[in-house]
């Protein structure tokens, strides 16, 4: 994967996994609200977590292929788009 491909799946993979999220608990809304727990707040929050998680995922476990040895590279924590070979240890 490049890395315009990558900048585009984190932009777009916690938008999206944050509306199926949203839409299981508009799935499970009757059963919320017989269990007594807020179905807005559920969505509010899950959602939150599920596109944080999504977006831990992704910058740690989805590597970009270096331009360089065309090794495993990984997005470097704090710069944003940026990313480090594990092989050659180049970043770009």
């Known amino acids: 994967m490049n890395s315009a491909r990558h900048f585009a799946l984190c932009f777009f993979g916690p938008i999206i996994m944050g509306a199926f999220y949203c839409a299981a608990v508009g799935?499970?809304?009757?059963?919320?609200?017989?269990?007594n727990i807020s179905p807005l707040v559920t969505m509010l929050v899950g959602c939150l977590v599920v596109a944080i998680a999504t977006r831990w995922f992704l910058r740690n476990m989805v590597a970009v292929t270096c331009p360089f040895?065309?090794?495993k590279s990984y997005?470097?924590?704090g710069r944003?788009?940026?990313f480090m070979c594990v092989t050659c240890g180049k970043d770009h």
């Open 69 to 71: 040895c065309g090794g």
């Open 27 to 35: 799935l499970m809304w009757d059963w919320l609200d017989r269990h």
């Open 75 to 77: 997005e470097i924590q």
């Open 80 to 82: 944003g788009n940026r």
